[in-house]
């Protein structure tokens, strides 16, 4: 029996061979279809891969029915699917391949998920590399697929997501009353390429550029500018909240930065919205500075959650004695339909 439960950020795992048939052969060159990838690689580390993935996680047989098998399990009542390989795409390189891809995943998404079932909610990418393309299709996506808004690249860009250049986009977002959302994932020239451990690339290249497309954001006026944009920061967790804004406000203090509102209101005003982590320790402190209405659970399925252990990260936040009840409750639903207006 579904609860009011809602996942705020699952995943797909892409077809190449599926979404190449929706892309069109104006697009292709003569040949086989790279089996692998469309989309360049998130980044040094991810392939090649030697190391064993824990079983039943990132696996690439996952499809609609699967998904339903989860939301069974969990009692969730909706999940919101982010992509996989996708993640990567603010690294296309050429804007016109950027449009094909994007246009071509939704099309797939929409197909082979939201019209599998109303309980799986979809995210489209959009081509930030060409801003007028990206509105195009964002208001394709949210008026003819039902799309619930768009994901925007956390790394790759030529500019920071706070950026006058991409500010058209954000004018159509607020203009449908869709939400968009940054995603982690992505990790190249971050300043982190050099570890040679994987997981500590993985564990800074997450919330950095949240950090850093928050700030962008904040400070260039954006947020300001479209006061009902409705704002995700995905995967990254919630303790980079405080960071931001600490130094923004020593900023203010010493250092002559002005803003029209203090950092902290920015994620106290409904516009910013934070996937969060059960287990993560810094999600009672990040309540306490800017209350618990941002704050949304994500399963990640089928990424570092499996079916064999989907209600792990639901459990997490039950338990947490740190957490009061309507907390929960926000954190478990309330929020997530505020922010997709589900």
Same mark, same amino acid.
């Given at each position: 029996m579904p609860t009011h439960y809602v996942d705020s950020d699952g995943h797909v795992m892409e077809r190449v061979d599926e979404i190449a048939e929706r892309i069109g052969r104006v697009h292709r060159i003569e040949g086989e279809i790279n089996p692998r990838r469309m989309v360049p690689s998130l980044d040094r580390f991810h392939t090649p891969r030697l190391q064993r993935r824990t079983p039943g996680t990132f696996d690439p047989s996952i499809g609609?029915?699967?998904?339903?098998?989860?939301?069974?399990?969990?009692?969730?009542?909706? %999940?919101?699917?982010?992509?996989?390989?996708?993640? /990567?795409? +603010?690294?296309?390189?050429?804007?016109?391949? *950027? =449009?094909?891809?994007?246009?071509?995943?939704?099309?797939w998404l929409y197909e082979k998920y939201l019209q599998f079932s109303p309980r799986l909610k979809g995210v489209a990418l959009i081509p930030m590399q060409d801003v007028s393309s990206a509105v195009a299709e964002l208001r394709r996506a949210v008026r003819e697929l039902g799309m619930l808004g768009a994901m925007?690249?956390?790394?790759?860009?030529?500019?920071?997501?706070?950026?006058?250049?991409?500010?058209?986009?954000?004018?159509?977002?607020?203009?449908?009353?869709?939400?968009?959302?940054?995603?982690?994932?992505?990790?190249?020239?971050?300043?982190?390429? %050099?570890?040679?451990?994987?997981?500590?690339?993985? /564990?800074? +290249?997450?919330?950095?550029?949240?950090?850093? *497309? =928050?700030?962008?954001?904040?400070?260039?006026?954006?947020?300001?500018?479209?006061?009902?944009?409705?704002?995700?920061?995905?995967?990254?967790?919630t303790a980079w909240i405080p960071l931001v804004i600490d130094r923004l406000e020593r900023e203010m203090e010493y250092g002559g930065l002005r803003l029209q509102r203090r950092p902290e209101e920015y994620f106290r005003s409904g516009q910013i919205f934070v996937g969060c982590e059960g287990n993560?320790?810094?999600?009672?402190?990040?309540?306490?500075?800017?209350?618990?209405?941002?704050?949304?659970?994500?399963?990640d399925f089928p990424h570092e959650i499996s079916l064999g252990n989907c209600m792990e990260e639901i459990n997490e936040i039950l338990e947490r004695a740190d957490l009061n009840r309507a907390h929960k409750a926000a954190i478990l639903g309330d929020n997530a339909r505020r922010f997709y207006k589900i």
């Open positions: 609609p029915e699967q998904w339903m098998e989860f939301l069974g399990k969990t009692g969730l009542e909706y %999940s919101v699917l982010y992509p996989t390989e996708g993640l /990567a795409y +603010g690294q296309i390189a050429f804007p016109h391949w *950027a =449009a094909a891809y994007a246009r071509g995943y939704n099309d925007l690249p956390s790394n790759g860009l030529r500019l920071h997501l706070g950026a006058k250049e991409y500010w058209p986009v954000y004018e159509e977002a607020e203009k449908l009353g869709c939400a968009l959302a940054v995603h982690g994932g992505c990790y190249g020239d971050l300043g982190f390429n %050099s570890f040679g451990v994987f997981p500590a690339t993985r /564990a800074l +290249g997450m919330p950095f550029p949240l950090a850093v *497309a =928050a700030t962008g954001m904040i400070v260039e006026g954006m947020l300001d500018r479209f006061p009902r944009l409705r704002v995700g920061f995905l995967e990254g967790g993560e320790k810094a999600l009672a402190y990040a309540i306490e500075r800017v209350g618990p209405e941002p704050f949304m659970f994500a399963s």
